[in-house]
C-alpha cells in the first residue's frame, strides 16, 4: 500500500515511501528525522506541529502525505539556511519566552512566516497570528515581546524562499 | 564559675543528601574538567535544572559551561523522591549545594596536599585550583580524589560563595529547544526501537467482550491483549496509528454508566462517605456579632499538557526491565511497575527522559506502564507508546471538583470575630504507589485486574492536600477548619498545580472581599487590618503599589486582589488583576508581588510566577471537565478551550527582596491568588459575584441577570 512521495524540505529534494494516509508529520521524523515540529494533538487545533508548505502555515499532523506531494515544505530546522538560528528563535531565546518549548518550534514557524510575508506586523497582527498556537506554561506575553524585538530587529524584508 | 562552651553546629547534612551520602552519586569530575552532576529532581519545563546547575557551578568554583546536569536515573542518581509541591529547591538545591562544597574542599584538599600547604591557602574558581602562583585544574586530579565515599556531616554545608546565584541564567535545555533539536522523550529512538499504541476502552465502566483480530491481518502490526488493556506494536508509527483506528472497529464492549451528574457536582462532592480532617478546632466565637456565609466551587479540572504522555520501555534479555519516562517521580514508578507485576524493583531501571510541561500528576506513569505491557510481548526490543490528545485530555487523572462553605461572624465595624471553612473535596494524590497499590491506568484492566481506591491527600506534613491553605492567613480571634475528603468515586483524580490550595484561596479571599464590602472597606485595607504578618504585609503593599490601587479606573473596568502564602510556609504571592467587562469578561493585566526568601534564578522565578498566573487564568476564566454519566466528552482542545494569546493578560512580578531568608520554591505560589483577584475584579466591574468556577462570560451574565431578578 506505500507509495513514493517527492517534495522538497528544508531545500532538499526528498523522496519518502509510506502510505498515502500518513501524515506529513511523521513522515518528517520518521522518515526524514525532523523532530522540530512535534505531535501536540492529532487534529490541527494546537500548533506544535506547524512548518511552511508552499508559504503558507500549516498543522502538519492534519496533512496526509498525498497532499504533500510536489510541495516545498519549510519544518523549524531549515527556518534559517545553514547554522545558527532564525531571528525568530534567537528573539525567543534571549527574552528565554519558553518554559517547557514544547510549543514553541511551532511557534516560531508561525511567527517567522509572518514577519517574511508581513515586515510590518504590528502586535495585534502577531497575536491574531499566533492565536492558532497554544501554549500551557504561559509564556504567550514573552513571546509576544520576543516577536515584536525579532521584527524591529530586521531592517530588511526577506522574500520567503519558498513562496510561490 | 563560667562555663565555656565550644559553639558548633550540629553535624546534619541536608535531607536528600543524607538520604544518598556517597559524593560519586551526585558528581563525576572528568579528565577533560567538565562535570556531571545527578540529581533526583527532573526537568519539567520549569527550569530546575539550570537552578540546581546554578548552586553546583558555585559550590564547586566552576563556570556554569562546565556543569553538565544529568537525567534523572534510579539505578545511577539519587534518590530524592518527585519533583512536586514547589519543593526541589528547598530539598536539593540544599543537598547540591553540600555534595559539591564537599567535593570542591576534597579537590583543594588534595591539591593542598601535593603542594604542602594548607587547604585554607588554596581557593578555587573558574575551574582553576590555585595556592600563590601554582595552579592546578580539577580535570588533573579527576582520577586521583576519591568521591566513593560519603558526604561528612561536620564537612562544609556549601552556600557562603555567592557569585552565581541571584543572577538570572539562561536555561540551559532552552537552545535545544528553540532549535528544534532531539530533546524528548517523544524524540527518542533507541536501537530497535519498535512503535506501540494502546486503545483505551471507550469509556471508564467499560469491558472487553471480543477482538476480531482478523480485521488487522493486513496490517503489519502485533496484537497485545490482557483482560480488557489491548493494543497494538510495530515498526511503523504510521502503520501502527492505522491499526489502533481498525482495532477501535474490530473491538466489543460492554459499556455501564459510571459517572456522577457533572450539573451537580456539589451534591456529589457532599454525598460521602468522607473522610473529616479537622484542621483547626474551633474555640467557639465571642459573643455578639452578625453572620454572613456565601459556597464557593470549582469543576474537575484537566492537567491539558501540550505534549500526550509517552512511555518507552525493553526487556531486556537478563531478565531486567528499562524505562523511560517523564514521571515525576522515577522511583516511586519503578517501584509500582514492580508491584504490579511482581517483580524484584531492582531488576527494574527507569530514567527520566523530559517532555512537554508537567504541573503534576499526569499520564506520564501511566504510558510508562502502558509500554511496559506492550514490550512484555517483544522481549529485547524498546517499545515506544505514544498517547493520543483524546487520551491525555480523557484518561489522566483530574485534578478534583471541589465544593466549599465560608462563614464569618462579624462586630460592627465589620471585622471577623470568629470563622468557619468546610471544603469537600475528592483526594489529591493517586501518585503510583498510594495507599499501598500500583495505581497506574492499565492496571485495572487487566485479565488480573489491580483495582485502585479513591485518591488519597498527601499528609499534612507535605501540605496536604484538600485543606491546603484552607487555614486563612489572618489573625481572626476564633477559627475552624475542617476538610471532608470523598471516599467513594469513579472518577480517579490527583495532583495538580497547587492542590486544593487554588479552591482554597479562590475561596478564602473571595469571601475576604464580600466581608470587605459589607464592611464598607476598601478590600486592601480590610485583608491589612487583620493581617499581622510583616513579610505578608510588604508583598500584599508592594503589589498593590505596583498596580496603581486606588486610583481610579474607567467605567467597566474592576481591579481585584488576590493574597496567599503558599502551603502556610512558602512564597508569599499577592495579585492584583484588571478585568473589562464589556461585551464579554477580558483579564487586561495581572500585577503580582512574589516573596520566594532567597532567590536562585530572579527571571526562573518571574517565569514561574508569569507562567502560574497564566495557567491560573486560563483555569479560572474558561476550564471545565465535561462529562455525561457514562464518559468524559471534553476530549480535545475545542471541548476543553483553554487560553489563547489574544486572551493571555500583561503579567508583570515584583520579586520582594527577602535575603538571608531560606529559598521556597515559586512554581505554584500564584494559583489561588490570581483565581481570587480575578473573581474579585470581576465583581468590581460588574458589581455582581460569581462563585461557581470558571468565570466564563456566560457565567457573568447570568449571575447579572439572576441578580436583577
Known sequence: MTQAFELTVNGRQVRIETHPDTSLLHALRNELGLKGPRFGCGLGLCGACFVRMDGQVVASCDTPMWSAEGRTVVTVEGLEPGEGLHRVQQALLDEQAAQCGFCITGIAVNAATLLETNPDADEEAIVEALDRNLCRCGVQRRVVRAVLKARSESACHVTPEDAV | MTVEREIVRTPILPQDLAANPVLSRWVT????????????????????????????????????????????????????????????????????????????????????????????????????????????????????????????????????????????????????????????????????????????????????????????????????????????????????????????????????????????????????????????????????????????????????????????????????????????????????????????????????????????????????????????????????????RQDELAWSPLASAMSADVRAVVDDSGSVLSWRYDVWSQGHTSRPGYLGVPGLLAGAYLERPLRYPAPADPPAASGAGTVRNGVPIYDFPDRGVTGHRLLETPIRTSAMRALGAYMNVFAIESFMDELALSAGADPLEYRLRHLGDARGQTVLETAARAAGWGTPVEEGVGLGIGFARYKDKGAYCAVVAEVEAESDIRLRRLTIAVDVGMVVNPDGVRNQIEGGATQAASWTLKERVRFDRRRITSDDWESYPILRFSEAPEVSVEIVEAPGVPSVGAGEAAQGPTAAAIANAVAAAVGVRVRDLPLTTDAVVAAIEASGD
Open chain 2, 29 to 388: 569530575v572528568h579528565p577533560g574538567g567538565t562535570v556531571d552532576v545527578r540529581v533526583g529532581k527532573v526537568e519539567l519545563g520549569q527550569g530546575i535544572l539550570t537552578a540546581l546547575a546554578q548552586i553546583a557551578a558555585e559550590e564547586l568554583g566552576v563556570d556554569l559551561e562546565q556543569v553538565r546536569m544529568q537525567p534523572a536515573n534510579t539505578a545511577r542518581g539519587p534518590n530524592e523522591g518527585g519533583t512536586s509541591g514547589s519543593m526541589s529547591i528547598i530539598h536539593s538545591g540544599s543537598a547540591v549545594r553540600a555534595a559539591c562544597a564537599q567535593v570542591r574542599a576534597k579537590f583543594a584538599a588534595e591539591a593542598a596536599l601535593r603542594w604542602g600547604v594548607g587547604p585554607d591557602r588554596v581557593t578555587v574558581r573558574q575551574g582553576v585550583i590555585r595556592c600563590d602562583e601554582r595552579t592546578m585544574s580539577y580535570g588533573e586530579l579527576a582520577g586521583v580524589v576519591d568521591l566513593d565515599v560519603p558526604a561528612d556531616p561536620c564537612g562544609p554545608l556549601g552556600g557562603d560563595r555567592p557569585a552565581l546565584v541571584g543572577k538570572s541564567a539562561a536555561r540551559l535545555d532552552l537552545p535545544d529547544k528553540i532549535a528544534g533539536r532531539p530533546r524528548y522523550i517523544h524524540d527518542l529512538d533507541l536501537p530497535g526501537q519498535l512503535s506501540g499504541r494502546v486503545l483505551r476502552p471507550p469509556s471508564p465502566g467499560a469491558t472487553l467482550l471480543h477482538v476480531d483480530e482478523g480485521r488487522l491481518a493486513d496490517l503489519d502490526v502485533q496484537l497485545v491483549r490482557d483482560g480488557s488493556f489491548v493494543g497494538v506494536v510495530g515498526a511503523d508509527e504510521a502503520e501502527v496509528m492505522r491499526a489502533v483506528k481498525v482495532l477501535r472497529d474490530a473491538t466489543t464492549w460492554e459499556e455501564s454508566d459510571s459517572l456522577p451528574d457533572e450539573d451537580d457536582l456539589s451534591t456529589f462532592l457532599r454525598s460521602g462517605p468522607h473522610e473529616t480532617i479537622e484542621v483547626l478546632i474551633p474555640e467557639g466565637p465571642p459573643p455578639g456579632g452578625h453572620t454572613i456565609q456565601a459556597t464557593y466551587s470549582r469543576p474537575f479540572l484537566a492537567h491539558g499538557s501540550m505534549a500526550p504522555s509517552c512511555g518507552i520501555a525493553r526487556w531486556n534479555d537478563d531478565g531486567t526491565l528499562s524505562v523511560w519516562s517523564h514521571s515525576q517521580g522515577i522511583h516511586g514508578l519503578g517501584a509500582a511497575i514492580a508491584r504490579a507485576l511482581d517483580i524484584d524493583v531492582e531488576r527494574i531501571e527507569v530514567e527520566h527522559a523530559e517532555n512537554a510541561g508537567c504541573y503534576g500528576h499526569n499520564g506520564a506513569d501511566d504510558a510508562a506502564f502502558d509500554a511496559v505491557l506492550l514490550a512484555r510481548d517483544v522481549p529485547g526490543r524498546p517499545v515506544q507508546v505514544q498517547w493520543s
